[in-house]
């Protein structure tokens, strides 16, 4: 998997997901797996349950939360990597319309 800050991150249509107390369990709901996030993983959750680009959520995560650009955008692909990894999300490269 490829991503750029230019890359569109948006959830599969194929998950549900639910909040609690500021945290978020995502079902993938054809293959079973589900995956738990903390706070600030439920605010990136929230970016991308509409399409935005790696650069934009990492942007609203800056303006939210007291973190440098560098950790933020390192932290924020580990995360995109691991939600790809259990099908959680799609990636579109910025060339695909």
């Known amino acids: 998997m490829n991503l750029s800050s230019k890359s569109t991150i948006v959830a599969t249509r194929s998950q549900v997901s639910y909040e609690?107390?500021?945290e978020?369990?995502?079902l993938h709901s054809e293959n079973g797996t589900y995956f738990g996030l903390?706070?600030?993983g439920t605010f990136v959750?929230?970016?991308i349950r509409g399409p935005h680009?790696?650069?934009e959520i990492r942007?609203?995560?800056i303006s939210d939360f007291d973190v440098s650009s560098?950790?933020?955008e390192r932290d924020l692909l580990e995360l995109l990597k691991q939600l790809w990894s259990f099908g959680l999300i799609e990636v579109r490269d910025e060339t695909v319309s």
């Open 24 to 26: 978020t369990i995502i």
């Open 38 to 40: 903390s706070h600030v």
């Open 45 to 47: 959750w929230n970016q």
């Open 20 to 22: 609690l107390e500021g």
């Open 53 to 55: 680009t790696v650069r």
């Open 70 to 72: 560098d950790e933020c």
């Open 59 to 61: 942007d609203a995560i």
